[in-house]
């Protein structure tokens, strides 16, 4: 979790997670469009990262009050892709702020093979930023298409990396110059 005045953070607890409720919920049955009337045990819905994790925690003399389910950007279907070639999935459409969804799903969820998929796929796709960063031209011609797919964690790790970059070729000139 991150720093209470931390926009990234705000923003990942904002990305909805697919839920159903295991209770009866007076009063809440607009979050299913059912305004005035009340959330029906069984219900599905979508809520905030936040508030699942609030009410899933929430342990009732009935049980919990709520079953979390893992988000759409974790889908098997999404997995398969990453253990294939992480570099061809568009993370960003998945979840502008995936790594940072995923470490907080996954404190809810105890996933070994999830957490062994995403540590691979990040590992692979920090050498292929890395290799962007360093090559100016790369990220111009067919590196574009990779570079728009990066989520928020990998675009900072590309800023860093092409920052370093840049003053390293501006200190070896100065260098040069003595």
């Not at 992480?86 to 702020?97: E, I, K, M, S």
Request: proline share 5%.
């Amino acid at each position: 979790m991150g720093s209470y005045y931390d926009i990234d953070a705000i923003l990942t607890d904002a990305q909805k997670l697919p839920c159903t409720f295991e209770l009866d919920v007076p009063g809440l049955g607009y979050i299913d469009g059912n305004v005035g009337g009340d959330l029906k045990k069984g219900t599905r819905a979508s809520l905030p990262l936040w508030l699942c994790e609030l009410l899933a925690v929430q342990r009732l003399s009935s049980g919990p009050a709520l079953n979390l389910d893992l988000p759409a950007s974790l889908a098997p279907r999404v997995l398969n892709a990453l253990k294939a070639d992480p570099r061809t999935v568009d993370l960003r459409a998945l979840a502008p702020h995936f790594y940072g969804l995923a470490a907080r799903a996954l404190d809810l969820f105890e996933e070994e093979e999830i957490v062994d998929i995403l540590t691979e796929t990040f590992r692979n796709r920090a050498a292929e930023i890395a290799d962007h960063a360093h090559n100016p031209r790369g990220a111009l011609g067919e590196g574009a298409e990779f570079l728009r797919g990066l989520d928020e964690t990998e675009r900072q790790l590309f800023r860093s990396a092409h920052d370093s970059s840049k003053a390293m070729r501006t200190w070896m000139g100065e260098l040069k110059k003595k």
